[in-house]
């Protein structure tokens, strides 16, 4: 089985960042990369923080909807660590 192959299923998701690491090596992660639609749109991000910033940048770019399993980690984060919206804070995320 090939590295490639091995990592295939790993873009079945609406929207995700993709962190793969090398099991041999204990550095960095070998690729960060954003994935929408099943499609990976950006590799070699370099790190996670990276990643997730050039994902909500996609997302308002693009004009996308939050996947609902993750839309109030996304409404966090956008609201909270991104100070967007923070007028319309839902009660949810104010009692954080």
């Given at each position: ?34 994935v ?5 749109v ?35 984060f ?6 967007l ?12």
């Amino acid at each position: 089985m090939s590295y490639q192959d091995e990592h295939e299923d790993d873009t079945d998701q609406t929207i995700k960042v993709l962190v793969i690491h090398n099991p041999i090596a204990e550095e960095d992660p070998t690729d960060v990369s954003v994935v929408i639609e099943g499609n990976r749109v950006l590799n070699g991000c370099g790190n996670q923080t990276k990643a997730c910033m050039l994902l909500m940048g996609l997302i308002y770019a693009l004009n996308l909807e939050y996947p609902k399993m993750l839309k109030n980690t996304f409404v966090v984060f956008q609201k909270i660590f991104l100070e967007l919206d923070t007028a319309k804070l839902l009660e949810k995320v104010h009692s954080f």
